[in-house]
């Protein structure tokens, strides 16, 4: 079946660690996103590619990092640099043309640090 | 620059009555216009979407909205609520030259019998 596939689906981490979510896609799709979600502050644009080896900062990049080595894996780090990372964080893919803006999202990966 | 404001955290509705979502938006070109549901512990799946033409949309399982460009509105409702609607719902809004959607905060459902 196509569709976005985030590993771990839970991710506990110590304070001063960092740590990688994997998304993996394989609808074909350009562009892919990865956005954070906090209760009662939507989803936040953290970075996105729309080609491999070029990747744009979004609204919330300071302590994260990401790669496009390949059209199908955006995977992101959490890095220690990151005041507050417990969060939900969520991967999306979408095609470019006129269909852009429709995306398609993973389950997300949930990251608690203790 | 744009930016999504909708308006209400919580809506309480009973089954079978009119479920009301309210979207305002801001963007300095024509904007695409999108509403996403969130089901607990899931990804975000599209209802609808307006780029161009028809303002009313109808989108999945009954949900329409509609595009109204004086108000910088695009609500969304469904005439009768069932219990599957409960969830969270997200107003998103993306210019037409753009390459990223901004999302609203979004409003959780809860469906009372």
Same mark, same amino acid.
């Given at each position: ?5 985030? #590993? ?40 996105? #590619? ?14 994260? #990092? ?8 955006? %995977? ?16 999306? #893919?979408?095609?470019?043309? %006129? ?16 | ?53 028809? &303002? ?45 959607? &901004? ?11």
């Amino acid at each position: 079946d196509g569709g976005i596939t985030q #590993s771990p689906k839970y991710l506990f981490r110590k304070e001063g660690q960092n740590v990688t979510l994997s998304c993996e896609q394989n609808l074909n799709h350009d562009a892919m996103y990865w956005y954070r979600q906090d209760p009662g502050q939507g989803l936040r644009l953290i970075y996105y #590619s729309q080609i491999v080896n070029d990747f744009q900062k979004g609204d919330i990049a300071e302590g994260y #990092s990401v790669s496009r080595e390949k059209k199908e894996s955006f %995977p992101l780090t959490v890095t220690s640099a990151q005041k507050n990372p417990t969060a939900f964080y969520l991967c999306a #893919s979408s095609p470019f043309g %006129p269909a852009a803006g429709e995306l398609f999202f993973g389950e997300g990966s949930r990251l608690t640090v203790l | 620059a744009q930016s999504v404001t909708q308006l209400g955290s919580h809506v309480s509705v009973s089954e079978g009555a009119l479920v009301l979502l309210r979207c305002n938006y801001s963007s300095s070109v024509p904007p695409y216009l999108f509403w996403y549901v969130q089901y607990p512990n899931q990804g975000l799946q599209l209802l609808l979407k307006y780029t161009t033409g028809a &303002t009313l949309v109808k989108g999945i399982n009954g949900f329409e909205a509609e595009f109204k460009k004086s108000e910088t509105s695009f609500h969304l409702t469904k005439p009768s609520a069932h219990m599957s609607d409960a969830a969270e719902y997200f107003c998103a809004v993306m210019g037409a030259a753009g390459n990223k959607l &901004t999302f609203g905060g979004g409003t959780r459902v809860l469906v009372k019998p």
